[in-house]
């Protein structure tokens, strides 16, 4: 299993924009076949995204996925940031 965090630090006054495009983006991922868990967690304007991937092979299919590369063309307008972490679990 492989495991990423999503930290997105949005920029208030594009919010209306960003939300709906993060909802699409976690609507659609959750329907791909190696997606185990993609939950969205916030603050006001701070995104977080904990991803479960059954594997690697899907975890790089799904970053070809239109909802995803549209909001990567669009971050620089929407957000300060987008840090992404490949983790593993410890304990």
């Given at each position: 299993m492989i495991?990423?965090?999503a930290i997105i630090s949005g920029k208030p006054e594009k919010n209306d924009i960003l939300l709906p495009l993060?909802?699409?983006?976690?609507t659609q991922t959750r329907k791909e076949s190696t997606c185990?868990?993609?939950?969205?967690?916030?603050?006001e304007t701070t995104y977080i995204i904990w991803e479960e991937?059954?594997?690697q092979d899907g975890l790089d299919?799904?970053?070809q996925k239109p909802y995803l590369l549209d909001l990567i063309q669009k971050s620089d307008?929407?957000?300060f940031s987008?840090?992404?972490y490949k983790t593993q679990f410890l304990f």
């Open positions: 495991t990423i965090t993060l909802k699409h983006l976690v185990l868990r993609y939950d969205m967690h916030a603050t991937w059954e594997n299919l799904h970053n307008e929407l957000t987008i840090k992404v």
